[in-house]
């Protein structure tokens, strides 16, 4: 039968999130990451993390850790924008206005 950690593992390489990428949000190295898949007795907190990570839902491929009914919180799965990502943004959309501008500035002199 398969155990927590190769369930996890499974997830993980489906999801294509790079293994270095999970272990550096959650504060571990990648040989941790290793050892984690190895490990039968992965803790629900872990696994939940993980989850929220790679936006995936272990509730299906783990029922028995998850009552019937007990789901996770709206705001487990739910992302805060950062103020650097409303920085690129911003900038993207002035980079844009810019371009278009000369766009059109180049179309008046053809």
């Known amino acids: 039968m398969i155990h927590r950690g190769e369930i996890v593992e499974q997830a993980v390489r489906k999801s294509g999130v790079p293994i270095a990428t999970i272990a550096k949000r959650l504060g ?19 696994i939940a993390r993980i989850g929220q990570i790679i936006y995936y839902d272990f509730h299906e491929d783990l029922p028995a850790l998850f009552p019937k009914g007990q789901i996770f919180s709206e705001s487990a799965f739910t992302y805060k924008t950062s103020e650097s990502s409303e920085y690129w943004k911003n900038k993207y959309f002035s980079l844009l206005e810019e371009h278009n501008a000369l766009l059109k500035k180049l179309a008046k002199q053809i």
């Open 28 to 46: 571990k190295s990648r040989r941790w990451m290793y050892l984690m898949f190895d490990n039968p007795d992965v803790p629900i907190e872990m």
